[in-house]
């Protein structure tokens, strides 16, 4: 529900609607901009519905579009319900809204959430209606989401070009992934006992790939990779949520099984009904005489054990927003030399260049030449290539 506070020596939203779109009212090309935010909104929170709403100052209402007409609130009830996630205790409120939007399904959760933008003479309202998930619990990053929102909302009627709004959305994408990057971390960069070799190449600004080495407590040592589906910005706030989750988890815990636990109870909150996870997590031992391992959907990661490639198959589904227990495989190592994991995209878009995953792992001129191919080329997904060699 989108507030737009106007001082009175200002123009009324109406006006500026009208003023800033000359043609006749079917032809509405900010109606049609704030349509595909709503969009937007739905696609990644999961939602039935996106209202954005304005205040009538005469009236003290706001109002909305659904279903081709115009819609009020009460401003009692708006700002009663500001910040406010509405669930099955609060019934009453539900069908008060659900009436009053003449909305038909049936609406599990509501949620209102307000922004202010201190450099703007705005401020925004929005609400999201009809989350799918029952049992949806608000979680943190929501407000990241919800900012995002409000930034294009305001944008968009602030807006004087397409090339300015392009410009901006450009420039936020890219603030938003050199924080993604932020969160990725390889603790042996400067290692004297591996090399680290990592080919890391999103399609886009943001994207679903993430991954990190870390070293644990007690001496042993994670490498995993995400993979979220999709692109963009759904995929990126779910692979940047749970590589902060391990990143704090890492250090928490005692053993694979333990962390493996405690990233499985976060992610049933994150993925949303309809979004899946492939990844892998490896946690080998300090003395590398053995390796605990997670693969959930991937292509089978590959360990060099003295002249043996052995393959790391999946021993997981997908990770989903459904609790489920997490299976944990063990490979014993005798002579462990080298070990490569990858996201699908190094198999799926790369058929010309016909790549041999055994060479990969194995000739070091023959990875750099695939990297130097790879960087020339465009991938259609994000693509994530990690090799760790004993010195």
Same mark, same amino acid.
């Given at each position: 529900? *989108? !507030?737009?506070?106007? $001082? +009175?020596?200002?123009?009324?939203?109406?006006?500026? #609607?009208?003023? %800033?779109?000359?043609? =006749?009212?079917?032809?509405?090309?900010?109606?049609?901009?704030?349509?595909? *935010? !709503?969009?937007?909104? $739905? +696609?990644?929170?999961?939602?039935?519905?996106?209202? #954005?709403?304005? %205040?009538?100052?005469? =009236?003290?209402?706001?109002?909305?579009?659904?279903?081709?007409?115009?819609?009020?609130?009460?401003?009692?009830?708006?700002?009663?319900?500001?910040?406010?996630?509405?669930?099955?205790?609060?019934?009453?409120?539900?069908?008060?809204?659900?009436?009053?939007?003449?909305?038909?399904d049936e609406i599990n959760n509501l949620i209102f959430y307000q922004i202010q933008h201190q450099q703007h003479k705005y401020q925004v309202f929005l609400t999201i209606i009809n989350i799918k998930n029952k049992n949806y619990v608000q979680p943190k990053i929501?407000?990241?989401?919800?900012?995002?929102?409000?930034?294009?909302?305001?944008?968009?009627?602030?807006?004087?070009?397409?090339?300015?709004?392009?410009?901006?959305?450009?420039?936020?994408?890219?603030?938003?992934?050199?924080?993604q990057k932020l969160i990725i971390a390889n603790e042996f960069q400067n290692s004297n006992r591996f090399i680290i070799d990592i080919f890391y190449k999103p399609t886009d600004i943001l994207n679903g790939d993430s991954y990190s080495i870390y070293k644990a407590?007690?001496?042993?040592?994670?490498?995993?990779?995400?993979?979220?589906?999709?692109?963009?910005?759904?995929?990126?706030?779910?692979?940047?949520?749970?590589?902060?989750?391990?990143?704090?988890?890492?250090?928490?815990?005692?053993?694979?099984?333990?962390?493996?636990?405690?990233?499985?109870?976060?992610?049933?909150?994150?993925?949303?009904?309809?979004?899946?996870?492939?990844?892998?997590?490896?946690?080998?031992?300090?003395?590398?005489?053995?390796?605990?391992?997670?693969?959930?959907?991937?292509?089978?990661?590959?360990?060099?054990?003295?002249?043996?490639?052995?393959?790391?198959?999946?021993?997981?589904?997908?990770?989903?927003?459904?609790?489920?227990?997490?299976?944990?495989?063990?490979?014993?190592?005798?002579?462990?030399?080298?070990?490569?994991?990858?996201?699908?995209?190094?198999?799926?878009?790369?058929?010309?260049?016909?790549?041999?995953?055994?060479?990969?792992?194995?000739?070091?001129?023959?990875?750099?030449?695939?990297?130097?191919?790879?960087?020339e080329i465009e991938l259609e997904d994000d693509t994530t290539i990690i090799r760790i060699s004993t010195k």
């Amino acid at each position: 529900m *989108i !507030k737009f506070e106007i $001082k +009175k020596n200002e123009k009324t939203l109406d006006r500026i #609607i009208r003023n %800033k779109i000359k043609s =006749k009212l079917q032809n509405l090309e900010l109606i049609e901009d704030l349509d595909s *935010i !709503k969009r937007f909104a $739905k +696609k990644i929170l999961n939602a039935k519905e996106c209202l #954005i709403w304005f %205040k009538d100052y005469e =009236k003290n209402l706001f109002w909305s579009v659904y279903n081709n007409k115009k819609i009020y609130l009460s401003e009692d009830f708006v700002l009663k319900h500001e910040d406010y996630l509405l669930n099955d205790q609060n019934r009453e409120d539900i069908q008060y809204y659900k009436k009053t939007i003449e909305f038909e399904d049936e609406i599990n959760n509501l949620i209102f959430y307000q922004i202010q933008h201190q450099q703007h003479k705005y401020q925004v309202f929005l609400t999201i209606i009809n989350i799918k998930n029952k049992n949806y619990v608000q979680p943190k990053i929501d407000k990241e989401i919800f900012n995002i929102f409000s930034s294009l909302l305001i944008q968009t009627i602030d807006k004087n070009s397409i090339a300015d709004i392009a410009k901006y959305y450009f420039e936020e994408q890219q603030k938003a992934y050199n924080k993604q990057k932020l969160i990725i971390a390889n603790e042996f960069q400067n290692s004297n006992r591996f090399i680290i070799d990592i080919f890391y190449k999103p399609t886009d600004i943001l994207n679903g790939d993430s991954y990190s080495i870390y070293k644990a407590s007690n001496g042993d040592f994670l490498v995993y990779i995400l993979d979220a589906m999709g692109h963009g910005i759904a995929s990126s706030l779910t692979s940047y949520s749970i590589s902060a989750i391990i990143q704090q988890k890492v250090r928490a815990v005692s053993n694979f099984k333990e962390l493996m636990e405690s990233i499985l109870d976060n992610v049933q909150y994150i993925l949303t009904d309809e979004e899946q996870l492939t990844c892998g997590f490896f946690w080998f031992k300090e003395d590398l005489s053995a390796v605990e391992y997670v693969v959930a959907g991937m292509y089978a990661p590959m360990i060099l054990d003295g002249e043996k490639i052995v393959l790391a198959k999946a021993n997981n589904i997908p990770f989903m927003n459904f609790a489920f227990d997490v299976s944990i495989t063990t490979i014993e190592l005798n002579d462990f030399k080298r070990f490569l994991i990858f996201t699908d995209g190094l198999v799926e878009d790369t058929k010309d260049l016909e790549v041999d995953l055994e060479k990969l792992i194995i000739e070091d001129n023959y990875i750099q030449d695939v990297f130097n191919k790879l960087n020339e080329i465009e991938l259609e997904d994000d693509t994530t290539i990690i090799r760790i060699s004993t010195k």
